[in-house]
């Protein structure tokens, strides 16, 4: 019994970065038709001081990501959002085992190139 109390005990845990989950968080949505790109810059002191486009949230083992983007123009603002929500939440959680609770999308404008 002892030794069955130990491993345990000492059972390893797997823990994904925010970064890991915020990269895979930015390629889906830039993926998604649409979208012309994050509204604000990805940069590691951005992630720091979680001021970025994307910011992630642990209650507990699950995450709740916040994200803000800019869709091309003539293209239905909140169709794209949706969009956005879905592939995020599939993504993160096919690549990671993380499960998501919410993504939140902020359309932060619209660009005309």
Do not use: C, H, W
């Amino acid at each position: 019994m002892e030794a069955e109390e130990i491993r345990k005990s000492a059972a390893s845990k797997l823990k994904i970065s925010d970064d890991v989950i915020i990269e895979i968080a930015r390629l889906a949505a830039l993926d998604v038709k649409g979208v012309a790109r994050l509204s604000g810059e990805v940069s590691k002191m951005n992630k720091l001081r979680n001021r970025g486009p994307i910011k992630i949230s642990m209650i507990g083992d699950v995450a709740a990501i916040d994200m803000s983007i800019v869709v091309k123009y003539g293209e239905k603002a909140v169709a794209v959002a949706q969009d956005v929500q879905t592939v995020v939440k599939e993504n993160v959680q096919n690549m990671t085992g993380v499960p998501v609770a919410r993504v939140n999308v902020t359309v932060g404008g619209v660009a005309f190139d």
